[in-house]
């Protein structure tokens, strides 16, 4: 039985530290689903087999690289980490990405609350328990970080380690934000309340499109889905402008 090509524009999503396409689920199901072609990509590591060579911000984006130009990607939706990683993924000369649209993506070194504390472990196991540790102190609380937290315990501890500690040396080294912007069309999709005091100032101090998701958590695809889908189709639908009347 021959079926009709499916001719929606395809749209990438990448899952921050730890994470993997699970979080993009309920996307599905909102009109943001029925307009685009949604592609949750499961990173090495996170929900995909570790890469050979080192997990890196770098090696990742070749990955995501690699996926966009076989998917016809132009856009990435990245969270957290991962719009480091797209960033770096949109200027591979092969990408065809040129628009990042970023939840919640680390702007400033104090975005790494979460990768950035690999750097303080010697060892992969060690800080797997002490992340996974952390999380249980709030998992309890919140259905959301539990989730986060299950797939964790999944994601392989060397490339989590490794990950962290790379994110860690990236942002000594760059303001992620700057490199955000540097690299495509980006739309910054976020709730100030999960945000720290220094990406806030970051933001006010540099023009970038924005959107506030107002009550979400660092997770607004996983609790608050349609209201996402609805800032999304916003920032994707053609800006139009008036005629001056003669």
Same mark, same amino acid.
């Given at each position: 039985? *021959?079926?009709?090509?499916?001719?929606?524009?395809?749209?990438?999503?990448?899952?921050?530290f730890g994470?993997?396409?699970?979080?993009?689920?309920?996307?599905?199901?909102?009109?943001?689903?029925?307009?685009?072609?949604?592609?949750? &990509?499961?990173? /090495?590591?996170?929900?995909? /087999?570790?890469?050979?060579?080192?997990?890196?911000?770098?090696?990742? @984006?070749? *990955? *995501?690289?690699?996926?966009?130009?076989e998917?016809?990607?132009?856009?990435?939706?990245?969270?957290?980490?991962?719009?480091?990683i797209?960033?770096?993924?949109?200027t591979?000369?092969?990408?065809?990405?040129?628009?990042?649209?970023?939840?919640?993506?680390?702007?400033?070194?104090?975005?790494a609350y979460?990768?950035g504390?690999?750097?303080?472990?010697?060892? /992969?196991?060690?800080?797997r328990?002490?992340?996974?540790?952390? &999380? @249980?102190?709030?998992?309890?609380?919140?259905h959301?970080?539990?989730?986060?937290?299950?797939?964790?315990?999944?994601?392989?501890p &060397?490339a989590?380690?490794?990950?962290?500690?790379d @994110?860690?040396?990236?942002?000594?080294?760059?303001v992620p934000g700057?490199?955000?912007?540097?690299?495509?069309?980006v739309?910054?999709l976020?709730n100030?309340?999960?945000?720290?005091?220094?990406?806030?100032?970051?933001?006010?101090?540099?023009?970038?499109d924005?959107?506030?998701?107002?009550g979400?958590s660092?997770?607004p695809?996983?609790?608050?889905?349609?209201?996402?889908?609805?800032a999304?189709?916003?920032? &994707?639908?053609?800006?139009?402008?008036?005629?001056? /009347?003669r």
């Amino acid at each position: 039985m *021959v079926t009709k090509a499916d001719t929606r524009p395809a749209l990438l999503m990448i899952a921050g530290f730890g994470d993997d396409g699970s979080m993009f689920s309920a996307l599905h199901g909102t009109p943001l689903g029925a307009a685009y072609r949604l592609i949750a &990509l499961d990173l /090495p590591g996170f929900g995909a /087999p570790p890469l050979e060579g080192p997990t890196t911000l770098a090696s990742l @984006a070749d *990955v *995501v690289a690699e996926k966009s130009a076989e998917t016809k990607a132009e856009t990435v939706i990245a969270h957290s980490v991962a719009s480091i990683i797209a960033s770096l993924a949109a200027t591979k000369p092969d990408s065809p990405l040129n628009r990042i649209l970023s939840l919640e993506g680390n702007l400033t070194p104090e975005d790494a609350y979460f990768s950035g504390t690999a750097a303080n472990y010697d060892d /992969p196991s060690s800080f797997r328990a002490a992340f996974l540790s952390r &999380l @249980a102190e709030s998992a309890d609380e919140s259905h959301i970080l539990s989730r986060y937290r299950d797939v964790v315990t999944r994601a392989n501890p &060397l490339a989590l380690w490794q990950l962290g500690q790379d @994110a860690r040396r990236f942002s000594k080294l760059h303001v992620p934000g700057q490199i955000l912007i540097a690299s495509a069309h980006v739309t910054y999709l976020y709730n100030p309340e999960n945000c720290p005091r220094a990406s806030l100032d970051w933001l006010q101090n540099h023009p970038i499109d924005r959107i506030i998701l107002e009550g979400a958590s660092h997770w607004p695809s996983v609790d608050r889905p349609e209201a996402l889908s609805d800032a999304i189709l916003s920032a &994707l639908r053609p800006k139009t402008t008036k005629r001056k /009347p003669r």
